[in-house]
């Protein structure tokens, strides 16, 4: 059974995908983007669907991006900040005045014959969620070329070559988005993965 935390928490996660969907939609409805674009531009095409929706004023969550990772805990030397990590998003709700919720996404570009960028959807996203060096969240991947599940097929190819078995993605079920999938890694966490079909 759920503790309250969890729930709220849970509830916030749902949200925030919810928001990232719709944005999705209205980007992939449009088609003002281009599949020669970075990450980054993608990334602030749906940060700014996101902001304009009404359905985020409803739900008082707001998206910003390339948010850098601040700890007081951390190195403070000269020009610490210029060593921070950077995520690609972070969804933030304030609760009743008493509480901050936030969740965390890292988004990579993906294409189903290009092995060096679902190297770096391992390597550059997953790798820092479970070390720790990013607060855990959702992986995103932006499709440009091929299938999702070709793809997906590819990163699991390249986690079991890294004899990672255990943490290969896994089709899962979800309310709001299909395909999505989970992968599980050390001390029971759960990475979730949505993949964004943007080929044309």
């Not at 970075?38 to 095409?45: A, M, Q, T």
Request: proline share 1%; charged share 30%; with cysteine.
């Amino acid at each position: 059974m759920m503790g309250t935390k969890a729930i709220y928490t849970k509830a916030f996660e749902d949200d925030c995908v919810e928001l990232l969907m719709c944005a999705y939609e209205i980007a992939k409805s449009e088609k003002i983007y281009q599949t020669n674009w970075n990450e980054n531009n993608f990334s602030e095409l749906l940060r700014y669907y996101v902001n304009e929706s009404k359905l985020s004023l409803i739900k008082g969550i707001t998206c910003i991006t390339e948010n850098k990772l601040f700890s007081i805990e951390g190195d403070l030397e000269k020009k610490f900040a210029d060593r921070l990590y950077r995520i690609d998003f972070v969804y933030i709700k304030i609760w009743n005045s008493q509480k901050r919720f936030e969740l965390h996404m890292e988004a990579k570009r993906l294409k189903e014959s290009d092995s060096a960028l679902k190297r770096a959807y391992i390597s550059e996203g997953m790798d820092r969620f479970i070390t720790g060096k990013y607060p855990f969240g959702i992986m995103l991947g932006y499709l440009l070329e091929g299938q999702t599940s070709a793809t997906v097929k590819g990163i699991n190819t390249l986690i079991i070559k890294d004899k990672r078995d255990s943490e290969i993605l896994h089709l899962e079920h979800h309310d709001i988005v299909n395909p999505f999938y989970e992968s599980y890694h050390s001390e029971n966490r759960i990475l979730r993965h949505i993949i964004l079909d943007f080929t044309l």
